[in-house]
């Protein structure tokens, strides 16, 4: 005996609920000269793949034990943020506070990555000579140990005289 049943159509399932969420770039800000080399190779990076930027403000470790990032945060993100303009690209302010003499240089690259992680960045742009435990090397050395994420490395800007020099008198 052989049965034979009607083909019915399966309507489409409705994708209207499903939605991803933003992974942006990373920009490890550290209040040097190559911050700004650091935002514009991090701002390209962005733009390119349609997401934010996380700029993260890497503040000296704080004497007192409640951390207040204050003026301190915005002072540094403000030097970049006039640059970012032309890319077009929204950003995420975020403020890390480097821990004290007694952090080890990967815990201080660890804590920095899980502040990453956090806000779902699978790439993080620092400069190769940064603070110590934030340098690019130290990055790529702790995202290792983790397995995520991957550190664009940005070489270190070279040294430009300011002024002429004064004419002999």
């Known amino acids: 005996m052989n049965l034979q049943f009607a083909h019915r159509r399966v309507p489409d399932a409705p994708t209207s609920g499903r939605f991803s969420l933003p992974q942006p770039v990373t920009a490890v800000l550290t209040d ?6 650091v935002a514009d190779t991090a701002a390209r990076l ?3 793949r349609g997401e934010p930027l996380l700029l993260v403000a890497v503040l ?3 004497p007192s034990p409640a951390p207040d990032a204050g003026a301190e945060g915005p002072a540094v993100l403000g030097r970049v943020l006039p640059r ?3 890319y077009r690209t929204g950003y995420i302010p975020a403020v890390y506070r480097r821990p004290g003499a007694q952090g080890s240089r990967l815990g201080a690259a660890t804590d920095l990555l899980r502040l990453a ?3 779902h960045s699978p790439l993080v742009v620092a400069s190769r000579c940064g603070p110590p435990g934030l340098d690019a090397c130290t990055l790529i050395e702790a995202a290792a140990i ?3 994420p991957f550190i664009h490395a940005v070489p ?3 040294w430009t005289r300011l002024a002429a020099p004064c004419p002999p008198t």
């Open 32 to 37: 040097r000269l190559d911050d700004l080399t």
């Open 46 to 48: 962005a733009a390119s």
């Open 60 to 62: 000296p470790p704080s």
């Open 84 to 86: 970012l303009v032309r």
């Open 117 to 119: 992680a956090m806000h």
């Open 146 to 148: 983790r397995g995520r």
């Open 156 to 158: 270190p800007v070279p």
